[in-house]
């Protein structure tokens, strides 16, 4: 790990020297950690897409349960996969934005409304409006990660993209603020200083799988992007080119493969790889009677290998993925979060990729289903170019192309934020950051 010392005094010297800032993307999971880099003539505005320079990927450690469970082992693979990523783009990082779905991620909505004057809505009234909303965030013990102003009314008529220049009494404003566990967001701030790399933000996973996969009218008319992991399985849901609704839980890929681990009597290895090359997540009672060979459990020499039919190594596998999207279904009802008839769903993650998975989809949500992939990254490497490196893209397609935060990742990463977060406004026009984020996100 002490390269990675160097390799930031080196980067801190390249900055200083003038040149151009890169961008880091790690995706932090339970059954890898992924690295993607992007270099300053990456973003390509002709087409709104990226190109990554350098990408590498290795299988993670100490990640499980949805947190951090050793400091010490997730660092070396946090490492590991950013010095495979440094030596494919040819130059160093000092800091990255950490995309994952541990620390029990969700949504929460808040409301403000202000008083208009005589004069058109102007930059001074969205300042005001976001700066009320901030100051009614509530959130003990956890950290927010987004936050993201998805709806604005004028006297009450709802729908209005951007409010400036409109006239009327009053000024409403929804904003969501995604969280995630204090104790997470520490545990994760430590473990990359081990690695020793600068966490410069931090990013739900179905969010910007979703930037990564999803097309603009899927934002606009509605959708949902469920990213599969092997420790989660977390949905972000979309209309009207907002980020309506986020849902996690702590049930995902590895879960199937313990679970044909005992109902086989296999090793864990033996299990993962009777899922990827013979699992389905769709049982089929007239399904042939293939035996497939698997190892046993423990390290008898004498012991020989298990045999079982593919239908039942399909019988353990569809109850549990078939509980998990049902459950990811009931949390959406329950939380309100209605979508047009016909809105579909984009699966993305690694676990996605399982055969089955899609058509049970289907048949769980009765909507239309497709497998997303980072498909505004059209250079990656087929390796790196899967539902699986969908998030790590999104964090690059995000820095290129937004959305902006109402409140800096420097300021959320620092402290939990306040009214005084909100976008100042001086003689003369609202300041360059927030004229910015206006200008992108109205």
Not at 8 to 30: E, F, M, S, T
Not at 393 to 407: F, I, M, S
């Amino acid at each position: 790990m002490s390269g990675r010392s160097v390799d930031k005094a080196v980067d801190g010297a390249g900055r200083a020297a003038g040149r151009a800032p890169v961008v880091a993307a790690l995706d932090l999971g339970q059954s890898k950690v992924a690295c993607f880099i992007m270099k300053a003539d990456g973003v390509r505005h002709a087409d709104r897409t990226i190109r990554v320079a350098g990408a590498g990927h290795v299988q993670s450690r100490g990640v499980r349960g949805g947190g951090i469970v050793n400091m010490d082992e997730a660092a070396q693979a946090i490492g590991h996969a950013v010095e495979r990523a440094e030596r494919a783009a040819g130059c160093p990082v000092s800091g990255v934005v950490v995309t994952t779905a541990i620390g029990q991620m969700a949504s929460h909505r808040v409301q403000a409304r202000v008083s208009l004057g005589a004069n058109p809505v102007g930059d001074a009234d969205l300042a005001r409006a976001i700066g009320m909303a901030l100051a009614q965030i509530r959130l003990p013990n956890r950290r927010p990660i987004h936050v993201l102003p998805i709806a604005w009314s004028v006297d009450g008529a709802r729908g209005v993209h951007d409010p400036r220049s409109m006239k009327g009494h009053s000024l409403g404003l929804d904003l969501l603020v995604v969280s995630m566990a204090e104790s997470a967001f520490n545990g994760l701030s430590h473990c990359l200083e081990l690695a020793h790399l600068d966490l410069q933000g931090v990013a739900a996973a179905p969010v910007v799988s979703s930037l990564a996969a999803l097309e603009d009218d899927e934002m606009d008319l509605g959708c949902v992007c469920i990213d599969m992991g092997g420790g989660s399985t977390s949905a972000a849901v979309w209309g009207g080119r907002s980020l309506l609704h986020i849902e996690s839980l702590n049930v995902g890929g590895d879960h199937v493969t313990a679970d044909i681990a005992r109902g086989l009597s296999t090793s864990r290895a033996g299990a993962e790889r009777l899922k990827t090359l013979h699992g389905s997540a769709m049982a089929d009672a007239h399904e042939d009677r293939e035996m497939l060979e698997a190892p046993p459990r423990g390290e008898d020499a004498s012991a020989g290998p298990i045999f079982v039919q593919r239908a039942m190594l399909k019988t353990v596998i569809a109850p549990r993925v078939e509980e998990t999207l049902e459950l990811l279904r009931d949390r959406l009802r329950s939380a309100g979060v209605g979508l047009e008839p016909g809105a579909g769903l984009v699966l993305t993650g690694g676990a996605s990729q399982l055969n089955g998975v899609r058509e049970l989809a289907i048949r769980v949500f009765d909507r239309p289903v497709r497998l997303g992939k980072p498909q505004r990254a059209p250079h990656l490497a087929d390796a790196a170019s899967g539902p699986a490196f969908c998030s790590a893209a999104g964090v690059l397609l995000r820095a290129a192309y937004g959305p902006r935060e109402a409140v800096s990742a420097r300021k959320l990463m620092s402290r939990q934020i306040s009214a005084a977060d909100a976008p100042r406004v001086h003689r003369g026009g609202i300041v360059a950051r927030a004229a910015g984020w206006l200008r992108e996100n109205l």
